[in-house]
C-alpha cells in the first residue's frame, strides 16, 4: 500500500514506476515510451514538483531519475504527506 501526499497526482505514480524501471528518462522519454497518458507538457510539471519534494532528481537537460526515497514511496515504505517512513513492525501492530 502507498501511502500519498495530498500534493500528488495520479500522474506522479505512474512517473516514479517509469522511473523505477528505466533508471532515468526525460518527460518526452517517458511519454513515448512509458504507459503515461498525460501531456508531456504535464509530466514535466509533476517530474519539478517530484524532484522539489525529494522523489525524483533532476540531472540537467529534462531527465530525472528516482530516488531512494522515491522508491521508499514506491515500495509503501513512505508517507509522503507526513514524511515519515513506515515501521513496519508498528504497522503489523495496527
Known sequence: MRYAGEWMSAADD?????????ESG???KMKREGPIRYSRVQ???????????GLVNDLGNGVYMIT???EAYLEGRLDTENWQYI???TDEDT
Do not use: F, M, W
Not at 14 to 22: Q, T, V
Open 14 to 22: 505512474r512517473i516514479l514506476e517509469y522511473l523505477s524501471e528505466n
Open 26 to 28: 526525460s518527460p518526452t
Open 43 to 53: 509530466v514535466h510539471r509533476r517530474c519539478k514538483i517530484l524532484a522539489e519534494k
Open 68 to 70: 531512494e526515497d522515491g
Open 87 to 89: 515501521d513496519e513492525e
